[in-house]
């Protein structure tokens, strides 16, 4: 009898911990699409919805298919077809999109926005249905519980994962060694991270611990770089980058490379200016641009280059020559990296020069087809491949039965014109439309 009590705590612990693995990963088990951590509310009853005669995109790269119907039951889609095809039941809500393209809900890769539901509610009213937000804490999210308006569906990674002396040290966890960051990653996972990010100043040695351990929880990794050049971090299995300005040092000349990595180390502000020095110096074609964008499509990178943020034009006030040489760079490699192979998704980081509170991402798109990318591609980057990039392809990302109703009606055909892309008329979240949507703070 000593025996078996002697065991009994062994016994719980192991039950617990199975548990509490099950917990953990009950988001990558049948289903191993990743969750957001405020699942919206979907419709309270089972009438169906009717989107009839739209020009549907559906995100998928496919050319735009006319006279479409899109039949949603719930919270999701139920049926697609032509109009003359898809017979709509007795009592259904119809909406007339004769004019119109339904495209899937957007998704934002890379949005700050801390505990401002205010800035969340207005992204998704501008056709943003999902977002990440890489970098802060979970806690700086408890603002969500408290929301009385709709939100659009937020993917968190926890506090960004820093070397010493660290940046926003508010928003980092400063990594000690190995042990530290394997436990982080832990914690940070049982509170609902669906990603990690990595800033830049984490040395490269640790950088494979981290996505090891990424790997051993099923999700993914993204970083921005500045101090460790892109291609080192590639090869240690990096996958995700965020930021154009991240390739920097990994395709300029050696000496110049050098010399911006010491003087962002002495002082990190110094990157600000320092960026688009380094950019207006890179030669974009040498052959060191050629070999880290190749390698970066061989391992299948996906780079959201948040190029909205560092635009600065030609002639405009207070734009320093080397600053606009510097974006013309920066916004050509982009168009480069796409013409290569890598992947690109749209992500707004929330800001930039050129454009109004919440339509970074929209700017963001056009910027994206300006770099060399067909509407279609940018399209197709803002949904089904985000939705790869977020691993939730399963659920989200495209117009297909089956799947979740993140909808949104634009007024004509951002197929042919990405312009089109600021006349958000409707947002329908979770199979239930979004009250305001398209309404222009």
């Not at 617990?16 to 009853?45: C, H, M, R």
């Amino acid at each position: 009898m000593t025996g078996v009590k002697s065991s009994r705590p062994f016994i719980v612990l192991l039950c617990f911990a199975l548990l509490f693995t099950g917990k953990v990963f009950s988001q990558n088990g049948a289903n191993p699409s990743l969750l957001e951590i405020n699942p919206p509310n979907g419709p309270t009853d089972d009438m169906v919805k009717a989107i009839v005669g739209v020009r549907l995109i559906d995100g998928l790269g496919g050319p735009a298919t006319e006279n479409v119907t899109v039949l949603v039951k719930g919270n999701r889609i139920v049926e697609i077809g032509s109009k003359n095809r898809v017979s709509i039941p007795e009592g259904a809500e119809v909406t007339e999109g004769k004019g119109m393209s339904l495209l899937p809900g957007l998704i934002d890769a890379h949005f700050h926005s801390a505990n401002n539901n205010k800035s969340l509610s207005r992204l998704l009213k501008y056709g943003v249905t999902t977002m990440r937000d890489p970098g802060h804490p979970i806690r700086f999210y408890q603002a969500q519980h408290f929301a009385t308006g709709e939100m659009p569906r937020v993917y968190v990674t926890g506090a960004h994962l820093d070397g010493y002396p660290g940046v926003y040290v508010q928003q980092a966890t400063l990594v000690k060694d190995a042990d530290h960051i394997r436990s982080q990653i832990g914690e940070y996972v049982e509170n609902g991270a669906s990603g990690i990010k990595i800033y830049f100043r984490l040395p490269l040695k640790y950088i494979g611990t981290v996505i090891k351990t990424a790997d051993f929880h099923k999700i993914p990794v993204v970083a921005h770089l500045e101090l460790v050049d892109a291609d080192d971090a590639i090869r240690a299995g990096l996958k995700g980058i965020e930021h154009v300005t991240s390739f920097g040092t990994s395709i300029a000349d050696p000496k110049d490379a050098e010399e911006f990595r010491k003087s962002v180390q002495e002082d990190s502000n110094n990157r600000r200016a320092g960026r688009y020095q380094l950019w207006s110096k890179i030669d974009l074609s040498s052959d060191r641009v050629k070999e880290v964008l190749a390698l970066a499509a061989k391992n299948n990178v996906v780079l959201s280059p948040t190029i909205a943020t560092f635009e600065k034009q030609f002639g405009d006030d207070g734009v320093k020559e080397y600053e606009a040489k510097g974006f013309k760079n920066m916004l050509d490699f982009v168009g480069m990296a796409h013409k290569a192979g890598v992947k690109i998704v749209t992500g707004s980081h929330n800001t930039g020069r050129y454009v109004k509170p919440g339509l970074a991402y929209q700017r963001e798109m056009e910027l994206l087809v300006q770099a060399g990318m067909s509407p279609m591609e940018v399209i197709s980057g803002s949904t089904i491949i985000n939705a790869e990039y977020f691993r939730t392809q399963e659920r989200l990302g495209s117009i297909e039965k089956g799947k979740l109703a993140d909808l949104i009606l634009v007024e004509g055909d951002p197929s042919e014109d990405i312009k089109s892309m600021y006349a958000i008329n409707r947002v329908m979240l979770n199979g239930a439309w979004v009250k305001n949507s398209g309404t222009i703070d």
